[in-house]
């Protein structure tokens, strides 16, 4: 007996009108949802498509409509928990409202999110969603209002786009991170973060070009003058953007003389670093070094001790970020809103109150 092929060609809106006993003008109305037919002349051709298995060309749809509806994204790095629950707030709003997403990540390289950028532009996205690497390259963020794409900045603002954004008060959460080690006696912090430099050392906030880095940082140094520290700049610590970068830079931390008493980690990444390198080291925590971090992740509450953290309202700004930009597709046309999210301290036991050696 001769084998029969399957089908490998896609229907077509003429399969489904010739199903249907429509013509094919019909059909595409229906299926494009324009126009007004019959609920009779509906409900053939929805029942034709789906007996069919017809699914839109969405190219061709996009090139008819002018939409495609897809959003692109682009974050700094997907394995960073932060990124993967802002995306989930994302796609959860934007699947809601008939939206797609189309994923990119920069590696927090200007170069490669300018790539993603102008990638994501040529497959029509309707709408751009972006954590900016750097406030100083942005360009490409510039011309994708040229293209009529709206753009919405997330947890990075940059004061010189004129565009939405949505971000968490970071300055103020990390002023109230070092104030609570302030209080509890420690005058040894560091500030370890991914961000870096081209010397790997901090030497002025202007050389700072992640906006959420350097309100932190700001925070950090702020809360330090006012308590009289004059050295807070020194503790400062670029460049944990690896495993391996973070334990290197964390074992060089602990084994300065005198080493700091704390360490306030930009990210529950390199956060884990240092607790994982603190017991391989023998340090007691939290007697011989307490340990505070960004981002409530969920291994920071089933640690011994569990870590203090910040925590940040990171599905939130996901789903703000969307919401704003599926606004300006429907046709919102308001000066540029910039959104700020509160964070919460949440004290938990990895900070310890020194009395002596201040």
């Known amino acids: 007996m001769k084998e029969i092929q399957p089908k490998n060609t896609a229907t077509t809106v003429a399969d489904v009108a010739r199903s249907a006993g429509v013509s094919k003008a019909t059909a595409a109305r229906v299926l494009g949802g324009y126009g007004t037919v019959s609920d009779k002349v509906r ?6 498509a789906k007996t069919l298995d017809y699914r839109p060309n969405e190219l061709a749809r996009s090139m008819t409509t002018g939409r495609s509806g ?17 995306v989930r707030g994302i796609s959860d709003v934007a699947r809601a409202a008939g939206f797609n997403v189309v994923l990119a990540t920069s590696g927090e390289d200007v170069d490669v999110e300018r790539a993603a950028v102008k990638t994501l532009v040529a497959k029509r996205v309707d709408g751009l969603i972006v954590s900016p690497a750097q406030e100083s390259e942005t360009e490409h963020l510039k011309e994708r209002g040229r293209a009529g794409r709206p753009l919405v900045l997330l947890d990075r603002a940059i004061a010189t ?6 971000t968490a008060d970071d300055r103020a959460a990390s002023e109230a991170v070092t104030r609570l080690l302030l209080d509890r006696g420690h005058r040894r912090i560091a500030y370890v973060t991914a ?15 992640t906006g959420s880095v350097r309100e932190r940082i700001e925070g950090f140094l702020h809360a330090g003058e006012e308590a009289g520290l004059a050295n807070m700049p020194q503790w400062v610590r670029l460049g944990a953007n690896t495993a391996e970068a973070t334990r290197q830079l964390t074992i060089d931390l602990l084994s300065a003389t005198p080493p700091p008493t704390a360490i ?12 994982k390198i603190a017991r391989e080291l023998g340090i007691i925590m939290p007697e011989a070094l307490s340990l505070v971090t960004f981002h ?6 089933v640690t011994t001790p569990p870590v203090t953290v910040v925590r940040q309202p990171v599905y939130e700004l ?7 930009l599926i606004e300006r597709l429907s046709g919102l046309d308001n000066p540029p809103r910039q959104v700020v999210l509160p964070t919460r301290l949440i004290e938990r036991g990895s900070i310890a109150t020194l009395f002596t050696g201040l």
């Open 161 to 166: 786009l004129a565009v939405d954004s949505v």
């Open 264 to 275: 306030i980690a930009s990210d529950s990444l390199i956060a884990i670093e240092v607790f």
């Open 70 to 86: 897809t959003i692109g994204v682009v974050v700094g790095d997907i394995e960073n928990p932060f990124f993967g629950s802002a």
């Open 43 to 48: 409900d053939a051709v929805k029942l034709a």
């Open 318 to 324: 996901g789903e703000a970020a969307a919401r704003m």
């Open 195 to 209: 961000c870096d430099t081209p010397t790997h050392l901090y030497n002025d906030i202007g050389e700072i070009l």
């Open 296 to 301: 409530d992740a969920a291994w920071t509450a």
